[in-house]
């Protein structure tokens, strides 16, 4: 129940309607029993300097951030973690006291994708593909926890080097369809699809993986959590792989964010329920 000692927590971005994070978070709020309330606010992309000033002043204890202000907002806060500033974004602000930091929990979400599978990432091989926005964080969550080896698989190479030129010396970009990236997929422990390809409406699309190359032991990762299952998981579990999709990323990241405004490690659980919920409506 919302009263007059109730913090307020929310996300920023335009559009915002179509957000699954109310949903998420308010389950969170309520399974942990928080004085908390959290809401959606729409924020022209002018409008970003006056709303991340007036959040402040408002005292709201923190805020997500989505497209398109990730990149815009790191400016107009007075600190910026490691993980926000390698990926080059941030997605989550704590305000402690009217000071505004900000911080990436994306690579969170994305490593409990792995953990809760009990896949390790030190010491392993991975192939990232696409190297979008959120290729960085799936990169720089590879990079940070030891990856021993990660290469980047792209239709047009030329321009992810530039996209990633921070991250050249850690990552190998290449062509997907040069014969160097077919050895770096046969190598692989780990293989992240980070491209749009197969997502909700165009489900039968898929990223060009030979699976015949693919060790049986490798691991598959699909970021994208609309639909549940994608062509790409598909055929890498009918090949024999273990699999897992983007809901644990989307619903860790949330956990991550929360967890940094209240202290509070909340339910993954309700969190889950909650966002298959939002999704199947
Ligand atoms: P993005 O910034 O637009 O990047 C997309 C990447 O995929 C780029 O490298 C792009 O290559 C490549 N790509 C796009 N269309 C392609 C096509 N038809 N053929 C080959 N490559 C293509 O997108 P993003 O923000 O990184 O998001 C990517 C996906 O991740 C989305 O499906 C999104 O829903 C999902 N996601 C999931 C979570 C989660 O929590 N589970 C979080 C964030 C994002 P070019 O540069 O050549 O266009």
Redesign the pocket.
């Known amino acids: 129940m919302v009263s007059g000692t109730t913090k307020n927590l929310g996300v920023i971005g335009w559009p915002i309607a179509h957000s699954l994070s109310p949903a998420m978070q308010a389950a969170a709020i309520r399974a942990a029993g928080l004085d908390y309330a959290y809401i959606a606010m729409p924020v022209r992309p002018e409008a970003l300097p006056a709303a991340a000033e007036g959040l402040r002043s408002l005292g709201f204890r923190g805020f997500n951030v989505t497209?398109p202000h990730k990149s815009a907002v790191m400016e107009l806060l007075d600190e910026v973690d490691e993980d926000a500033r390698r990926i080059g974004a941030v997605n989550t602000v704590v305000n402690d006291n009217g000071r505004l930091s900000g911080h990436n929990t994306?690579v969170t979400?994305?490593l409990r994708g792995l953990s809760r599978h009990g896949v390790a990432v030190r010491g392993n091989r991975a192939v990232v593909?696409?190297?979008?926005?959120?290729?960085?964080?799936v990169l720089w969550g590879l990079l940070r926890e030891g990856a021993s080896d990660v290469v980047v698989g792209?239709?047009?190479a030329p321009?992810?080097k530039e996209?990633l030129s921070d991250f050249a010396g850690d990552a190998e970009i290449l062509p997907w369809d040069c014969d160097a990236f077919a050895g770096a997929l046969a190598a692989a422990d780990i293989l992240v699809n980070?491209?749009?390809?197969g997502?909700t409406p165009k489900t039968e699309?898929m990223?060009p993986v030979d699976w015949e190359r693919v060790r049986d032991e490798a691991f598959v990762y699909d970021?994208?959590?609309?639909p549940g299952c994608t062509r790409f998981l598909r055929e890498a579990k009918a090949h024999g792989h273990r699999v897992t999709?983007?809901?644990a990323?989307?619903v860790?990241?949330g956990a991550e964010a929360l967890s940094l405004w209240t202290g509070v490690r909340p339910d993954e659980g309700a969190m889950e329920q909650a966002l298959l919920e939002a999704l199947a409506r």
């Open positions: 497209i994306d979400g994305f593909l696409g190297a979008g926005g959120a290729a960085r964080a792209v239709r047009n321009k992810a996209a980070t491209t749009p390809l997502m699309e990223p970021i994208i959590y609309t999709n983007g809901v990323m989307l860790g990241q």
